[in-house]
T-cell receptor, first 114, second 113 residues
Framework: KQEVTQIPAALSVPEGENLVLNCSFT??????LQWFRQDPGKGLTSLLL?????REQTSGRLNASLDKSSGRSTLYIAASQPGDSATYLC?????????????FGGGTRVLVKP | DGGITQSPKYLFRKEGQNVTLSCEQN?????MYWYRQDPGQGLRLIYY???????QKGDIAEGYSVSREKKESFPLTVTSAQKNPTAFYLC????????????FGSGTRLTVV
């Protein structure tokens, strides 16, 4: 059974510091991995989608890497801002998943202090 | 702008009542999903539908029902058989094919009173 883990569960950094968020998965047979942001009481906003054949994706200050063989993905947020405070979730679609369902990690709650 | 609309934002249910959560998308996505989010348990799949008039149970379907009569709509009914319905419910959609990502709605918070 696929397990997706995000460590740490919470992270606090001063403004301007780079953020490094980790996601690990136990089964490397995935189609893709998606990173989401969730603000309190809100839905999920897609940040980056990485296909299994890709090594990384970039969007502005965000960069996500994928190492399928080791079952790891890392989300980097450069020069963090207080507005980056949110919970960040990673999710994978497994090759053998019915309906292409997402399997989520538990999330990392980030606080960027001014 | 295209997106997913969930309504209502907040919903209160009395014991023994059935309630229906609405999910509408104008993204022309084929597949739609319902997830439940509880503190400390992450997101869990309730039901999904990959095509009109067809849907499948997810990991925690007991006490829930859905319909998919139109491509744009995928309502979720929380029945009285669901013993612990208080949670945050998220609807999502995607194109068929794994090269596309998911789009999520803004969620409905359901509370039993």
């Amino acid at each position: 059974k696929q397990e997706v883990t995000q460590i740490p569960a919470a992270l606090s950094v001063p403004e301007g510091e780079n953020l490094v968020l980790n996601c690990s998965f136990t089964d490397s047979a995935i189609y893709n991995l998606q990173w989401f942001r969730q603000d309190p009481g809100k839905g999920l906003t897609s940040l980056l989608l990485i296909q299994s054949s890709q090594r990384e994706q970039t969007s502005g200050r965000l960069n996500a890497s994928l190492d399928k063989s080791s079952g790891r993905s890392t989300l980097y947020i450069a020069a963090s801002q207080p507005g980056d405070s949110a919970t960040y979730l990673c999710a994978v679609i497994m090759i053998k998943a019915a309906g292409n369902k997402l399997t989520f990690g538990g999330g990392t709650r980030v606080l960027v202090k001014p | 702008d295209g997106g997913i609309t969930q309504s209502p934002k907040y919903l209160f249910r009395k014991e023994g009542q059935n309630v229906t959560l609405s999910c509408e998308q104008n993204l022309n996505h084929d597949a739609m999903y319902w997830y439940r989010q509880d503190p400390g348990q992450g997101l869990r799949l309730i039901y999904y539908s990959q095509i009109v008039n067809d849907f499948q149970k997810g990991d925690i379907a007991e006490g829930y029902s859905v319909s998919r009569e139109k491509k744009e709509s995928f309502p979720l009914t929380v029945t009285s058989a669901q013993k612990n319905p208080t949670a945050f419910y998220l609807c999502a959609s995607s194109y068929q094919g794994t090269e596309y990502g998911y789009t999520f709605g803004s969620g409905t918070r359901l509370t039993v009173v």
